[in-house]
């Protein structure tokens, strides 16, 4: 099955700094990355997504990176502030075989925001 | 429009015991998955549900088990408790054909 890496597992950035994570994934027939925020007590909920036939999605300060031939994924907060602190979590789901429907996520990155 | 909701928040539990979980589907979507959550983990998928089937199965055993209703709400059953059962149970609605999905609150088992 699909394997999801991701780094950094933590990450502390001033409030107006620039915050980076990235994710690798295994299973080539990969296809769809969402990526997830967790706020403490609640559900993850979805910030971005990217198909692999874009290579850059961008909404608002969040933006996200697909590199297929390297199986790598990365998501670039801009002019975080300290509501942005939370869980963030990438995940990857293909559209055929073991992958269909099923959404393999990383282990995931705690984000502070300082302000 | 609502959300993923789901029943209850938290649940308390001794080993061997039973319990039943339940998720109400986003309006408009007819798919249900289940994810488990360990502290400090990403979720782990259960299971996904699409017309009162089961639809694909992760690394989970028989203890674990689901129904869809037609309504597209679902119920996860966990048979035998174990102590490593405790964590947050998710669920996530799609609809057919897309592979978005949006999670509920979860519900918090902890196995004494």
């Known amino acids: 099955g699909e394997n999801v890496e991701q780094h950094p597992s933590t990450l502390s950035v001033q409030e107006g700094d620039s915050a980076v994570i990235k994710c690798t994934y295994s299973?080539?027939?990969?296809?769809?990355f969402p990526w997830y925020k967790q706020e403490l007590g609640k559900g993850p909920q979805l910030i971005i997504d990217?198909?692999?036939?874009?290579g850059e999605k961008k909404d608002q300060r969040i933006a996200v990176t697909l590199n297929k031939t390297a199986k790598h994924f990365s998501l670039h907060i801009t002019e975080t502030q300290p509501e942005d602190s939370a869980v963030y979590f990438c995940?990857?789901?293909?559209?055929?075989?073991?992958?269909?429907?099923?959404?393999?996520f990383g282990r995931g990155t705690q984000l502070t925001v300082w302000p | 429009e609502t959300g993923v909701t789901q029943s209850p928040t938290h649940l308390i539990k001794t080993r061997g015991q039973q319990v039943t979980l339940r998720c109400s589907s986003q309006?408009?979507?007819?798919?249900v998955s289940w994810y488990q959550q360990a502290l400090g983990q990403g979720p782990q998928f259960i299971f996904q549900?699409?017309?009162?089937?089961?639809?694909g199965r992760g690394n989970f055993p028989p203890r674990f088990s689901g129904l869809q209703f037609p309504n597209y709400s679902s119920e996860l059953n966990v048979n035998a408790l174990e102590l490593d059962d405790s964590a947050l149970y998710l669920c996530?609605?799609?609809?057919?054909?897309?592979?978005?999905?949006?999670f509920g609150p979860g519900t918090r088992l902890t196995v004494l």
């Open positions: 996530a609605s799609s609809s057919q054909g897309s592979d978005t999905q949006y």
């Open positions: 299973d080539s027939a990969s296809n769809y």
């Open positions: 990217i198909r692999s036939n874009v």
């Open positions: 995940a990857a789901s293909g559209s055929r075989g073991s992958t269909l429907g099923r959404l393999y």
């Open positions: 309006s408009g979507h007819n798919t």
């Open positions: 549900y699409y017309r009162e089937e089961e639809n």
